[in-house]
């Protein structure tokens, strides 16, 4: 619409572009032809930026090493290496079917809603996806390899990947070995180790895998309670026992957790291993291996840790009937003020998505995360960074929901013909989330307030 200065006569008028795209300016003329020459200039950078050639060296080969070589280099599980443009050129119009679709790197967190500040982020951005989209499009060039960056360094599998941060681990657990046959049914595996340990010790840092590559083809989850004797403690009680100490599976393999915070091991302590294992066509026989970083000695921290397992199952169980939709809902009452440090869902082939909410005291709703398109061959980890993790007061309700698709729809489906009830196995179903929580005092939570208390909204904005 034409706007003109007051006591001026009506302004001269200029239109850009055509049809939809045409607008009118108004006003005076200088205004009006350096607004044209912004607009120019803008223009001319967006065509120059859309055209700029996109190359392997320069653009792709970055993004692949950021997000990309973690898993897909030699020696690791991944199907193929794109390390090398040799090793990654044949793969490039799957990479851009991958990517598009956001199969590629496994992250199946809603960008839309709740925290999105996460630590271990492996997501592509839209503008690495566009990269990736336009290289493959323009027939995947190499470009002048003098600007493909350094080769990435990574440990070997024999080597922890957290001793770059923390040196070796003090100590190193492995449970009895385990062989799984080419052929049959699931199977648990569920040892003791003992802790090598004289006196009580804070742990900061924990790490775990299958002892081999191949143990991760047979191995679908494997769980480190911490038995110990605590008094009032009950061991089976996630949020005040001791707790878990670590779960590994595709997609998760360390905790670290934040300063001044750990777990606590005490002389006399054991490990009792959960580890579920299925066949895949060949004799495996392997172990699980749990690494262990310590706090000096001596050193207490503040606060302590526990990873606890928060249901979606509630108290009617799990019941999925043939050819269904299904919803399940779960609550858990915080009773101490606590840090939230991640949000790991755990569902089996029909799962679909799970949310997690936190509802006040004051009976306001927070959706904190939700994971929209479950991925069951991807039990991923979101780890919230320090200035995201949410504290949450005495008394806030955890509610966690999951979805299941008995469905044809759902690729991963065995046999929607099938009623589903909760179970261990493979084909069964469960839903809970793995959440590290670290319990805070009142007057800590009081002071976290008084550091994070929003603004109060403007009246005339609020809704009537």
Known sequence: MPWAMPCQPEPATLAIGNGKDRFIMGGNQTIGASILALTLTASAIAAKVETKPVTFAKDVAPILQAKCEECHRKGTAAPMSLVTYQETRPWAKAIKERVVTRQMPPWHIDKTVGIQQFSNDRSLTDAQIDTIVRWVDAGAPLGDPKDLPPTKEWPNEEQWVLAKQFGEPDLVIK??????????QDHWW???TPVPLTEARWVRAVEMRPGSLAGRKVTHHALALL???????DPEDFLNGPGLLMEWAIGKNYDIYRP???????PGSQIRWDIHTHSVGEDIRDHVELAIY?????????????????GSTGLNGL???????????GFHVLRQPARLENFQPHMHLRGKAMSMEAILPDGATRLLSYVDHFNFNWMNNYIYTDDSAPVLPKGTILKITSWYDNTTANRNNPDPNQWVGYGDRTIDEMGHAWVNVTNITDDDYK?????????QPDPANRRR
């Open 447 to 455: 002071d976290w307030l008084a550091k994070h208390k929003p603004a």
């Open 190 to 192: 569920k040892p003791i």
């Open 227 to 233: 038995q110990q004797e605590e008094p009032g403690s």
């Open 260 to 266: 001044n915070s750990g777990k606590l091991l005490l």
């Open 294 to 310: 310590l706090y000096p000695k001596g050193e207490t921290p503040k606060y302590r840790t526990r990873l606890t397992l928060f």
């Open 319 to 329: 019941d999925i009937p043939p050819n269904s939709i299904s919803e399940t809902q």
């Open 175 to 184: 449970s009895d070995a385990y062989t799984v046959d080419a052929h049959g």
